[in-house]
């Protein structure tokens, strides 16, 4: 029996599978038990932001090894407050503690939890085509087709509209137009439910998977002006677009605003030991100092997760990886994927930022109608497997979601290697024009 069916997988029906077996990694590659090299142009799931096998973090995983390799989250730990203090530099304006997790998922859920208890007020606020993770409150707080088969319609999230200039909700033509009307939409829907009962709004910065969606400049301090005013604890979730990977340490840096807790895993460390966590501002803070905070996981802040952590910022610090990403994406991903819309008509939209990226497949350009339907599987889905099968011919790892293409190398990529991935996504962008009318 072919060892991979032992493993139950996530997200895929189970079964045998024709995939490669990766048994090691080195920069942007990570190579199969045939010695045959992939390079990896998504970053696995857009978190290995230092690529594979940073000599790094390898290094001081190994060392606190040696060390202390678990403690409970209860005991003080040198290395947990080295990580601490790392990440509390490089965070936005007030946000001065971190409650670590193991995950980005257990972020979203001891934000919420937070909010929720130091509000006393019940519902949660959160955006469609977004997405906050798979566990209960996480998934239902989630925008995305990813949602519909956990949903039990729990009450106390309320999804809104944010800004998407491309498939723009209010029938916008610019971003300035797109911003403003998605501020009054998300003004209306805090007053009909009653702003004294919302206990948050979470938000992706950039949306990642749900569509690389960047929001116009202002509309983040639009949304912290409007969390402001009516006492509502403002989200931000950077699971996946904190550490770097738009080209700043925080998304919300280039809207120069700040949350009341932001929500970071992935980057943190590049994912090398499970690691997540919340920055705190004060005032949520000040809600736990008197009473206790009555929740907690065994293993959050574990000392090889915070070693590897420690390792990777001061890495991106020494290399100028925050800077790096924003040059790829001017410089390299930017330029390259705009030629390649131009060239294949199934390309209906690029969009980005820093790292980040995506292509949108589309059936026709005018129409926009996506290339797949929204939650499509199986056959309807063959356009996008076609795709995926014509990359990975050509060795090489890339993140197909909906009608989408992500694009999100390591931060660290070199040139030659982006180039690598645009040309052999130009060669397989051929036959997903097969299903372009
Ligand atoms: N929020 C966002 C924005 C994410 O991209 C993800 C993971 N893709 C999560 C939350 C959940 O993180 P995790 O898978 O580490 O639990």
Not at 297 to 318: E, F, Q, R
Not at 329 to 341: F, V, Y
Request: charged share 20%.
């Amino acid at each position: 029996m072919d060892l991979d069916e032992l493993v139950f997988h996530p997200w895929v029906a189970q079964g045998p599978r024709q995939v490669p077996t990766f048994v090691r990694g080195s920069g942007s590659h990570v190579v199969d038990t045939d010695g045959r090299h992939y390079l990896d142009f998504s970053s696995q799931l857009v978190f290995a932001n230092l690529g594979h096998q940073h000599p790094r973090i390898v290094e001081a995983i190994k060392a606190q090894a040696d060390r202390l390799c678990t403690l409970a989250p209860s005991h003080a730990s040198d290395i947990r407050g080295e990580a601490a203090r790392l990440i509390v530099d490089v965070a936005p304006e007030g946000l001065g503690h971190v409650l670590f997790t193991t995950s980005g998922t257990e972020a979203i859920e001891h934000a919420v939890r937070m909010a929720r208890l130091s509000t006393g007020r019940p519902k949660v606020l959160a955006a469609y085509r977004s997405y906050h993770g798979s566990t209960t409150t996480s998934i239902h707080l989630t925008g995305d087709p990813r949602r519909w088969a956990s949903d039990t319609g729990a009450a106390g999230v309320v999804h809104f509209f944010g800004p998407f200039t491309y498939r723009s909700a209010f029938g916008s033509r610019t971003p300035e137009e797109e911003c403003e009307r998605a501020l009054d939409h998300l003004e209306q829907v805090i007053l009909l439910e009653g702003p004294s009962t919302i206990a948050a709004l979470v938000l992706e910065s950039v949306t990642g998977s749900s569509g690389v969606i960047v929001p116009p400049p202002g509309y983040l301090r639009g949304v912290r002006d409007l969390c402001t005013r009516h006492g509502i604890v403002y989200i931000a979730d950077e699971v996946l677009v904190g550490f770097g990977r738009t080209g700043a340490w925080f998304a919300v840096d280039h809207d120069g605003t700040a949350p009341d807790l932001l929500a970071f895993a992935k980057g943190v460390n590049s994912g090398y030991v499970p690691l997540g966590g919340v920055l705190v501002g004060e005032r949520i803070y000040g809600a736990f100092t008197e009473k206790p905070y009555p929740a907690g996981l065994t293993y959050s802040g574990n000392p090889l997760a915070c070693a590897a952590a420690v390792g990777a910022i001061s890495a991106m610090h020494d290399e100028g990886t925050v800077a790096a990403a924003a040059r790829l994406g001017t410089a390299i991903l930017g330029p390259g994927l705009a030629k390649l819309a131009a060239k294949h008509p199934s390309v209906g939209d690029v969009r980005g930022i820093g790292a980040l990226w995506t292509l949108e497949l589309v059936r026709d350009r005018a129409t926009k109608e996506p290339l797949v339907p929204t939650g499509a599987t199986g056959l309807a889905n063959a356009p996008m497997a076609a795709f995926m099968k014509a990359c990975r011919h050509r060795d090489l790892l890339t993140l197909v979601l909906g009608n989408r293409v992500h694009v999100a190398p390591p931060l660290n990529i070199d040139d030659a290697d982006a180039a690598t991935g645009l040309s052999v996504l130009d060669e397989a962008l051929t036959e997903s024009d097969e299903f372009a009318d």
